[in-house]
């Protein structure tokens, strides 16, 4: 069904096809989540009240946006405040210390990919810890328009809109955090 009826019949109280709404951007939700909060406890603490809010407020929506891009706005505007909250409370690392050695709470997110080369395999997760590491030590709001505009493949315009900022503030932002990471994996390869 085409996202706009879809649209409309969950305005009109249809829960089928919010469901579908939400089966279609879940995932992204999900991971725009995980990836500013870096606690999976709290990222899908963050995706179940971004869809608590949208479902809420639905009826608000005027087409006059992108739905992805109003959805993604939420799921930004819910992550933050998560931020906000998370600086009165103590922070949580993404690697924490066991008996075991260091542990990466992101490891444990499942992968679909197929490993099959071992060296890539080392490869890759070597280059990932050091994306990993740059993107901690940005701010959340360069991270957040990085991953948005790398990881989900969003324009400029669709990325200040979902963040409340101009295309050009965006631009901007984007601008200073491929400076780090260019700066940080610069040797890498």
């Not at 990919?113 to 030590?137: F, K, T, Y």
């Not at 360069?142 to 948005?148: A, T, W, Y």
Request: charge should be neutral.
């Amino acid at each position: 069904m085409e996202e706009a009826v879809l649209i409309r019949a969950a305005q009109k109280g249809d829960p089928d096809a919010f469901e579908q709404l939400v089966h279609a951007y879940d995932r992204g939700v999900l991971r725009v989540a995980m990836n500013l909060l870096r606690s999976t406890e709290d990222a899908y603490d963050a995706y179940q009240e971004t869809f608590l809010r949208v479902f809420k407020s639905l009826h608000l929506f005027r087409f006059d946006c992108n739905f992805q891009t109003w959805l993604y706005r939420v799921a930004t505007n819910v992550c933050l405040d998560h931020l906000r909250k998370r600086k009165v409370r103590r922070e949580e690392p993404a690697v924490v210390e066991t008996e075991e050695g260091q542990w990466n709470r992101m490891d444990n997110l499942p992968e679909d990919r197929a490993q099959a080369d071992p060296q890539r395999n080392l490869l890759n997760r070597q280059l990932g810890e050091r994306i990993e590491a740059v993107l901690q030590g940005l701010t959340a709001k360069e991270r957040m328009v990085f991953e948005l505009r790398h990881y989900q493949g969003f324009r400029l315009r669709a990325i200040g809109e979902a963040l409340g900022a101009s295309e050009e503030a965006a631009k901007t932002c984007l601008f200073r955090a491929t400076q780090k990471m260019r700066a940080a994996l610069g040797d890498f390869v």
